[in-house]
């Protein structure tokens, strides 16, 4: 068994999955039917640029120092001693498992496109400040 420590990444990016921009591609195709049926209905095509806009802007960014969000119009970064734990909501049918910082201050902060299973990596990055889910 080889016991050679792992090495932990400086920075982890938790962007939306890439399959999900199939979604606004098909959205697209479909909608030339009604984009080219009466004048000004081309503004249709406006749904799918706002969905990938906000599929290419929506992410977290951990290191070492701190929280980065990022959401469609705007951004917050939180250090790492202003955050006091994670809340984890569980899922609905609406919508799937979603993973929030809790700050020192009382307020909540969601990551948006961290998964439940990316908390050890979350971890990992924090160097020490959270623990590691896996008990390892």
Same mark, same amino acid.
């Given at each position: 068994?080889? @016991?050679? /420590?792992?090495?932990?990444?400086?920075? &982890?990016?938790?962007?939306?999955?890439?399959?999900?921009?199939?979604?606004?591609?098909?959205?697209?195709?479909?909608?030339?039917?009604?984009?080219?049926? &009466?004048?000004?209905?081309?503004?249709?095509?406006?749904?799918?640029?706002?969905?990938?806009?906000?599929?290419?802007?929506? =992410?977290?960014?951990?290191?070492?120092? &701190?929280?980065?969000? =990022?959401?469609?119009?705007?951004?917050?970064?939180?250090?790492?001693? @202003?955050?006091? @734990?994670?809340?984890?909501?569980?899922?609905?049918?609406?919508?799937?498992?979603?993973?929030?910082?809790?700050?020192? @201050?009382?307020?909540?902060? /969601?990551?948006?496109?961290?998964?439940?299973?990316?908390?050890?990596?979350?971890?990992?990055?924090?160097?020490? =400040?959270?623990?590691?889910?896996?008990?390892?």
């Amino acid at each position: 068994m080889n @016991s050679t /420590p792992t090495e932990v990444p400086a920075r &982890a990016v938790f962007r939306p999955a890439r399959l999900a921009y199939l979604f606004p591609v098909a959205l697209a195709v479909f909608a030339i039917p009604a984009a080219f049926g &009466a004048p000004w209905f081309w503004l249709i095509y406006l749904v799918p640029v706002a969905i990938v806009y906000w599929l290419a802007r929506t =992410r977290t960014v951990v290191d070492a120092e &701190a929280v980065t969000v =990022r959401t469609a119009f705007g951004g917050r970064r939180v250090p790492w001693e @202003s955050i006091s @734990s994670l809340r984890l909501q569980p899922a609905t049918r609406s919508r799937g498992a979603r993973v929030s910082a809790v700050l020192a @201050s009382g307020g909540e902060l /969601p990551l948006p496109a961290v998964n439940v299973r990316d908390l050890s990596q979350l971890a990992a990055v924090s160097g020490g =400040r959270l623990p590691d889910p896996a008990g390892e």
